[in-house]
């Protein structure tokens, strides 16, 4: 089975940066980052097509996330930048070997890791 292990959550202040780390063990056509805040639903962050190399992003954080890969050393990526309190969440990865990965709805996902938590505050 496909294990992922999340890291590089913490606290911050709003405009405050991040950088997530999540390691795995096999990887899938798509690869993707989820969060889910205290009284929410998980939603999709930003996915990775690991074979073309093509991402996307939910609205909320284009221009602010970047999430990148490293086919080498099997790690996925998540560069948060200008954060704000609304970005408060347990952050986890997770992937999909079908072909609908790039939707980023937790449905699609087959694997997941266990969360690293990031706080904003303001």
């Known amino acids: 089975q496909v294990q992922l292990t999340e890291s590089g959550g913490g606290s911050v202040q709003a405009g405050g940066s991040l950088r997530l780390s999540c390691v795995y063990t096999t990887r899938r056509l798509y690869m993707g980052w989820f969060r889910q805040a205290p009284g929410k639903e998980r939603e999709g962050v930003a996915g990775f097509n690991t074979e073309r190399g093509t991402t996307f992003y939910a609205d909320s954080v284009k221009g602010r996330f970047t999430i990148s890969h490293d086919n080498a050393m099997n790690t996925l990526y998540l560069q948060m930048n200008s954060l704000k309190p609304e970005d408060t969440a347990m952050y986890s990865c997770?992937?999909?070997?079908?072909?609908?990965?790039?939707?980023?709805?937790?449905?699609?996902?087959?694997?997941w890791g266990q969360g690293t938590q990031v706080t904003v505050s303001s």
């Open positions: 997770a992937a999909d070997r079908g072909l609908l990965g790039w939707k980023l709805l937790p449905g699609t996902y087959d694997f």
